[in-house]
């Protein structure tokens, strides 16, 4: 019997998959979930090509895991047998975390719960099934003595962060996230015990940070995503509300999994917790959108009309958070909308369809966790002061945009425009 298995991947090539432990885990139901959930969440009502998975993703992240522990044993890193195959699975189960459409409502259905925290339950719930893979729990979450390992699966230059780019740049057609890969993966070298890059390496790391700058600001916090993500949240808030209120047939021809989630303003991390979540993916809250387009309720079904017709609300850039005047007259003109729509204008509807938000893009954070430029005399120096490039470590400051998601009728009638101007964009 062949050794490996073979996917066939159309941005990494051919990912070879050793038959063992790590193919089984590939099979496993919580990474075979992955297959159902988005990468981009909701980007594909902008890039149409943007339908990849979290599954493809986390084969992609191993793939580099692989390619990074070859180069660093080429340069004389020992790595055990058992240390390369948990950092092998630490690669593939980075993200059995994300619940359906990725980030979009990992505030909703566990406040207070960060995808990496319910990835760490899931992996310490499969460990206690199979003690050989807490070596992969360690790696994960950095309790390993040997460093590198934990920094090739979450750190500012991780396989994590290397595949995600140049996939999501594949599917989405936005030629800024290309990055030069193996290019970064061939200067990685292990100096004690920390992971650092070879001086010939800069330029490389250089585009990679300028890619995710970009990435960040064309696909990832793009104007049309925030405002389809803001509508989904608005949509499954009203109907936890409903659900909260009373309102039993909001849960009607909901998946068992979703109406637990719905049932509860909150949940804590239990184990009946974790056993519903690993049934959600993106099918359940798609077809709870789709029942909803029938509901009695006037605003959830409105909500859910304009999600599924991809009527999305206008997102405004804005300089500043604005002043209670402006967004009282924003509020009347949304009441005014509302009632000319035979539709509910209390402030709780009101809030539904008019949210404020800032995003936040920093592409590179200084300090100790930072990336280090190894030289061959043997100093070592933070990849911003080791680079020639001018205003390079500019991209370490963070860029906060404030804006406005409001329909966009409200918009037009309150004559609102982008404030914060910015090339041009898809829309």
């Known amino acids: 019997m062949n050794r490996f298995k073979l996917f066939a991947d159309p941005v990494g090539g051919f990912i070879s998959i050793p038959r063992g432990r790590v193919l089984a885990y590939v099979d496993h139901p919580f990474v ?35 390619q990074a522990l070859q180069t660093l044993e080429e340069k004389g890193t020992e790595i055990s047998p058992q240390e390369r195959e948990a950092a092998l699975l630490a690669a593939l189960l980075h993200d059995l975390g994300h619940g359906p459409f990725s980030h979009v409502l990992e505030s909703v259905l566990l406040p207070g719960l960060s995808h990496e925290a319910i990835t760490r339950a899931l992996f310490e719930r499969l460990a206690r ?6 070596l992969s729990v360690e ?9 590198f390992l934990h920094q090739l699966v979450s750190s500012q230059l991780d396989m994590d962060r290397l595949d995600y780019l140049r996939r999501d740049s594949f599917y989405t057609g936005v030629a800024e996230g290309v990055i ?3 290019r970064i993966i061939k200067t990685m070298r292990v100096v004690d015990e920390e992971l650092v890059i070879e001086q010939k390496g ?47 047939s909001v849960l009607d021809g909901l998946s068992p999994a979703l109406r637990f989630f719905l049932e509860a303003p909150f949940r804590t991390l239990t184990e009946e917790t974790l056993a519903h979540f690993v049934q959600l993916d993106d099918s359940d809250v798609l077809g709870a959108v789709k029942c909803w387009t029938q ?10 009309l304009r999600l599924l017709e991809r009527r999305l609300p206008r997102t405004i850039f ?23 729509r035979a539709l509910p204008d209390d402030e709780e509807t009101i809030s539904a369809y008019i949210q404020l938000d800032n995003s936040r893009n920093s592409a590179y954070q200084l300090g100790h966790e930072g990336i280090w430029i ?39 009638e309150v004559g609102l425009r982008r404030a914060f101007q910015a090339p041009e964009e898809i829309s």
């Not at 099934?129 to 807490?134: S, T």
């Not at 995503?225 to 309102?247: N, P, Q, T, W, Y």
């Not at 070592?380 to 329909?407: G, M, W």
């Open 129 to 134: 099934e199979d003690e050989a893979l807490w």
């Open 374 to 412: 190894w030289y061959p005399d043997g100093r070592r120096v933070e990849f911003s002061r080791a680079t020639d490039t001018p205003n390079i470590a500019a991209v370490s400051q963070p860029v906060i945009k404030h804006y406005v998601c409001l329909p966009r009728e409200v918009a037009q």
């Open 202 to 248: 800069v330029y490389a790391l250089e585009n990679y940070i300028i890619a995710r700058r970009l990435m960040y600001w064309q696909v990832y916090l793009h104007k049309t995503v925030l405002a389809a993500d803001k509508l989904l949240l608005a949509l499954v808030r009203r109907a936890r509300a409903l659900a909260s209120s009373g309102e039993g």
């Open 32 to 66: 075979q979930r992955l297959r159902r959930i988005r990468q981009l969440g909701l980007g594909f009502l902008v890039f149409p090509g943007a339908e990849h998975s979290r599954f493809q993703h986390a084969l992609g992240a191993m793939a580099l895991m692989q």
């Open 180 to 182: 030069g890969v193996e």
């Open 318 to 340: 804005l300089e500043d958070p604005p002043q209670e005047a402006e967004l009282e007259g924003w509020r009347a003109a949304t009441a005014r909308w509302l009632r000319s």
């Open 139 to 147: 790696i994960f979450i950095g309790t390993y003595p040997r460093r």
């Open 295 to 304: 509901s009695r309720e006037p605003v959830l079904r409105d909500l859910a």
